[in-house]
């Protein structure tokens, strides 16, 4: 089973950046599909953006497309979330996830390891 533990969340101003990391400890992390997840207070968890093990597909959801970029460095069992052009209304807990299988996924329910979060909080 892998582990996962997210870092580099906080507070910015609007039109700033951050880069979220996601490290994955276990010996499982081979073959791994990750996806980033966001849930805004009161609002229910949603897909940000994924990517297959190899690395070669990514996905994003239509409101960070063309600001947000997803990568992985699979030898340092990482992968980040690369924000820029941040908006107030992508305030919210970021949590990444993860699914044995190669091929990523936008759907919440594929996932079946999830990390404890960080806040993102960007002011106006």
């Known amino acids: 089973q892998v582990q996962l533990v997210e870092s580099g969340g906080g507070l910015v101003q609007a039109g700033g950046s951050l880069r979220l990391s996601c490290a994955a400890s276990g010996r499982t992390f081979s073959g791994t599909a990750m996806g980033w997840f966001r849930q805004a207070p009161g609002k229910e968890r949603e897909f940000v953006a994924a990517i297959s093990w190899s690395g070669s597909s990514t996905y994003y959801a239509d409101s960070v497309k063309g600001r947000f970029t997803i990568s992985r460095d699979n030898a340092k069992n990482t992968v980040y979330l690369q924000m820029n052009s941040l908006a107030p209304e992508d305030t919210a807990v970021y949590y990444c996830?993860?699914?044995?299988?190669?091929?990523?996924?936008?759907?919440?329910?594929?996932?079946?390891?999830w990390g404890q979060g960080t806040q993102v909080t960007v002011s106006s």
């Open positions: 996830a993860a699914r044995r299988l190669a091929r990523a996924s936008s759907s919440r329910d594929y996932y079946d390891v």
